[in-house]
C-alpha cells in the first residue's frame, strides 16, 4: 500500500513545516514497515526543503507536484528534476488533472517527464482520469487507454518497475464526489490489464495503482480493499493531519 499527500497550492515554508512536523508525530505511533505501507507528503515546490527537514529519517518520503522535462536551462520559473533531488525528493506528480486542466499539459509533456523523472531515479505518481463528460459518453476505457500509451510511450519494462500510476478520475478531484468502490475497481483492473498487455504479467500485478478523488478517512478503508487499489493520492484530507494520519490508518488495516 502507498499513501501520497499531495498539497497542491497549499502551505508555505513555515506552515509546511508545522504540518509536516504533525503528521510525522501522528505517523510515527504506527508500524509502517511491518504494515508495508509507504507513506509521502508533496508540498509546493518552495516548501520541500523546509519539510525534508522535518521529515529527516522518519519513514515518510518527500514528493514534488511537477517538474520540467529539461535538465536546466532558459526556463523562467520552472524547475527540473535535479533540482527535486536536490530538494530530497524521491517522488514526483506528473500529469495531475489541474496541470492538464490550468496549463494546458499534454500526454507528450508527461511522457519527456516521465521519462527524464526515471533517468534521474525519480519516481513518477503519473495520473490519468476522465473527466465527467467522457464518463457520461461512455469513454472511460478509451480515454485511459490514450493517457496510458501516450504518458507512457517509449518506457522499457525495466523502467515501468519504477512507476506508480494514480486514476484520478477528474469529476471526483475535490468536489466531494468520490467513485464508489466498485467503479474504482473496474478501472484499475482495465489498467492493470492494460499494464500487462503492454509490459508483462509480473509487472502488472507489482505495480502499484493508487486511487485519487475525494479520499478521505470515511471511504479510504473500502476503496483500499479493491484488490487492484493499492493506496491512495490524497489532496484535500493531507492538508488535515489527523484526517491523513486515519487515512494511513486504513492502508495498514488493509
Ligand atoms: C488530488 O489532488 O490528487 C486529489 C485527489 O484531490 P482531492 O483528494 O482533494 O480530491
Known amino acids: 500500500m502507498f499513501v501520497a499527500g499531495n498539497w497542491k497550492m497549499n502551505k508555505g515554508p513555515a506552515e509546511a513545516e508545522t504540518l509536516s512536523e504533525t503528521v510525522v508525530e501522528l505517523l510515527s505511533e504506527f508500524d509502517l514497515e511491518d504494515d508495508e505501507v509507504a507513506v509521502c507528503v508533496c508540498p509546493p515546490a518552495i516548501s520541500l526543503s523546509s519539510v525534508s527537514d522535518v521529515l529527516g529519517d522518519s519513514p515518510i518520503a518527500l514528493?514534488?507536484?511537477?517538474?520540467?522535462?529539461?535538465?536546466?536551462?532558459?526556463?523562467?520559473?520552472?524547475?527540473?528534476?535535479?533540482?527535486?533531488?536536490?530538494?530530497?525528493?524521491?517522488?514526483?506528480?506528473?500529469?495531475?488533472s489541474?496541470?492538464?486542466?490550468?496549463?494546458?499539459?499534454?500526454?507528450?509533456?508527461?511522457?519527456?517527464?516521465?521519462?527524464?523523472?526515471?533517468?534521474?531515479?525519480?519516481?513518477?505518481?503519473?495520473?490519468?482520469?476522465?473527466?465527467?463528460?467522457?464518463?457520461?459518453?461512455?469513454?472511460?476505457?478509451a480515454v485511459i487507454e490514450r493517457q496510458l500509451t501516450d504518458s507512457l510511450a517509449g518506457i522499457t519494462l525495466e523502467d515501468a518497475g519504477d512507476l506508480v500510476l494514480a486514476y484520478e478520475p477528474v469529476w471526483a478531484i475535490g468536489t466531494g464526489k468520490t467513485a464508489t468502490p466498485a467503479q474504482a475497481q473496474d478501472v484499475h483492473a482495465f489498467i492493470r490489464g492494460w499494464l500487462?498487455?503492454?509490459?508483462?504479467?509480473?509487472?502488472?500485478?507489482?505495480?502499484?495503482?493508487?486511487?485519487?478523488?475525494?479520499?478521505?478517512?470515511?471511504?479510504?478503508?473500502d476503496l483500499f480493499s479493491e484488490d487492484d487499489i493499492d493506496g491512495g493520492l490524497i489532496g484535500g484530507a493531507s492538508l488535515n493531519a489527523d484526517a491523513f494520519a486515519a487515512i494511513v490508518r486504513a492502508a495498514c488495516e488493509v
Open 63 to 96: 514528493g514534488a507536484q511537477n517538474m520540467h522535462a529539461e535538465e536546466s536551462g532558459a526556463y523562467t520559473g520552472e524547475i527540473s528534476g535535479g533540482m527535486l533531488l536536490q530538494a530530497g525528493c524521491e517522488y514526483v506528480i506528473l500529469g495531475h
Open 98 to 141: 489541474e496541470r492538464r486542466q490550468y496549463q494546458g499539459e499534454t500526454d507528450a509533456q508527461v511522457n519527456a517527464k516521465v521519462i527524464r523523472a526515471l533517468d534521474l531515479g525519480l519516481v513518477p505518481i503519473v495520473c490519468i482520469g476522465e473527466t465527467l463528460d467522457e464518463r457520461e459518453a461512455d469513454q472511460v476505457e
Open 196 to 221: 500487462a498487455d503492454r509490459f508483462d504479467a509480473e509487472l502488472a500485478d507489482d505495480m502499484e495503482i493508487l486511487y485519487g478523488g475525494s479520499v478521505k478517512p470515511g471511504n479510504a478503508g
